[in-house]
């Protein structure tokens, strides 16, 4: 079973985006769960560095949950871009298993490719909200610039801001 959580530095929580294996019991706290509230993966974000768990049914914090489940070992790794923790891929096993190193470095290197592809989505985000601002701030310029009437101008500069607080809604 894998899930994959995205960080919001903001809220301070880890949001679920994607999972394969997962009963929905398990998935439910996961949506959006505050990194106080999760120990685990509030150390891999703290730390940068893997957490790997050999015995989930020894663990206090996730023994309910791992043996109703039936998982037995499990591994949480960061999705780092540019040397900041930007989520977790955290990947359980129903066998009691050691991760190898070789494992846990391939894991550490996809979580890599995965924070690489999650920082480029925000900037491309970021890029779009930015357009669609400066497109707003162009129309309210532009019919400044083309009108003496003050109520016209009014109009198209209320037009514009309440389709730009639309797209962000």
């Not at 998935?27 to 106080?36: D, H, T, Y």
């Not at 019919?143 to 309440?162: K, Y």
């Amino acid at each position: 079973a894998c899930t994959v959580c995205i960080l919001d530095e903001a809220r301070k929580e880890l949001v679920h985006v994607a999972y394969r294996g997962l009963p929905e019991e398990v998935l439910g706290p996961l949506q959006r769960a505050k990194l106080s509230e999760d120990a685990i993966g509030s150390r891999v974000v703290e730390t940068g560095k893997p957490v790997i768990l050999t015995n989930l049914w020894e663990d206090p914090r996730v023994a309910d949950v791992a043996k109703k489940h039936g998982f037995r070992s499990a591994v949480s790794v960061p999705l780092m871009a540019e040397g900041k923790v930007v989520g977790v891929m955290a990947l359980a096993s129903t066998q009691e298993r050691f991760f190898s190193h070789s494992e846990v470095a391939m894991l550490v290197g996809i979580g890599g490719q995965l924070g690489m592809a999650v920082r480029k989505a925000v900037l491309f985000e970021d890029l779009v909200r930015r357009n669609r601002e400066l497109a707003a701030l162009n129309r309210i310029s532009g019919a400044v610039s083309s009108s003496l009437n003050l109520n016209e101008v009014m109009v198209a500069a209320i037009d514009s801001v309440m389709e730009l607080m639309e797209s962000e809604a």
